[in-house]
């Protein structure tokens, strides 16, 4: 009896633990979703009655620098970093997971080893690469470098490794080839774990600042991050439009999530991250 009155209060402090949680997890972006409804006077004397809210703030987001375009950059470099790295990731991680050839081990051990080099150290190389080919300032140089991921690689074999090798037998002795195999079988079996990581990558990508603030210079090419340190002053910051731009920003990333949410759960679980 005991036992069966501790289990109710047992849940009960793990669903209030949780809650807590959550809260404090969900603050910041209704702080950020408060300070982008208010002036930038009313949020400087801490005034944030529902009588100062005003979309004002969203509107001259887009009125001071070109934030549609911002938004049109990040969502083409995004878009297209995703599909195109996505698509050879998968391709190295099925050559690493369910093909049989010599040194195939030692070889992604040393490609697995490139994940300690930190990327400020690549940074100037890569620049300078960048530069030499002429594609400075352009969608070339945004998308590009980022296509080829060590990380989607492993996470893409560690989840082929743990589907059963008998799939490829059967498909060789009916005539299928390895391309066959890739397409016919094992992407069809993998859509949990393509939309998990197809959310790592987009997220990233879309998110990145560094890269983008790096390659770029002109208005025409700068993508959601770098434009809105447009609102960071040296002196001052433009906190409501800074935070209104954040809401913006967020959007894409926040519905892909919630559209895609029961995928990206099954992705993380099936993946595993320990292999066979």
Excluded: C
């Amino acid at each position: 009896m005991v036992a069966t009155r501790s289990r109710p209060l047992g849940r009960l402090a793990l669903h209030a633990i949780l809650i807590g949680f959550s809260v404090l997890m969900v603050a910041p972006f209704f702080a950020m979703l408060l300070v982008s409804l208010v002036p930038q006077q009313a949020f400087l004397a801490r005034q944030f009655g529902l009588d100062q809210w005003t979309l004002d703030n969203y509107r001259e987001t887009f009125r001071i620098v070109p934030f549609g375009r911002y938004y049109l950059n990040s969502a083409i470099v995004s878009v297209t970093v995703t599909l195109v790295q996505i698509l050879i990731s998968s391709l190295a991680a099925f050559a690493f997971a369910r093909l049989r050839f010599r040194g195939r081990d030692a070889i992604f051990v040393l490609y697995l080893a490139t994940l300690m080099i930190p990327f400020p150290v690549t940074l100037i190389p890569n620049f300078l690469i960048v530069k030499n080919l002429g594609w400075y300032d352009s969608y070339r140089a945004l998308i590009v470098p980022a296509l080829f991921s060590v990380f989607s690689t492993f996470l893409l074999r560690q989840y082929y490794r743990t589907l059963p090798m008998e799939l490829d037998e059967a498909a060789r002795m009916d005539g299928a080839n390895s391309w066959r195999i890739w397409a016919q079988i094992i992407l069809p079996l993998s859509g949990p774990v393509l939309a998990a990581l197809a959310i790592f990558v987009f997220q990233g990508v879309w998110n990145d600042f560094l890269w983008p603030l790096v390659v770029t210079t002109s208005e025409n090419m700068r993508t959601i991050p770098v434009g809105l340190a447009a609102f960071v002053g040296q002196y001052s910051t433009a906190w409501g439009l800074l935070m209104a731009g954040a809401i913006i920003a967020l959007l894409p990333v926040l519905l892909i999530y919630i559209l895609a949410q029961k995928w990206f759960v099954q992705g993380i679980t099936l993946s595993g991250m320990g292999g066979r």
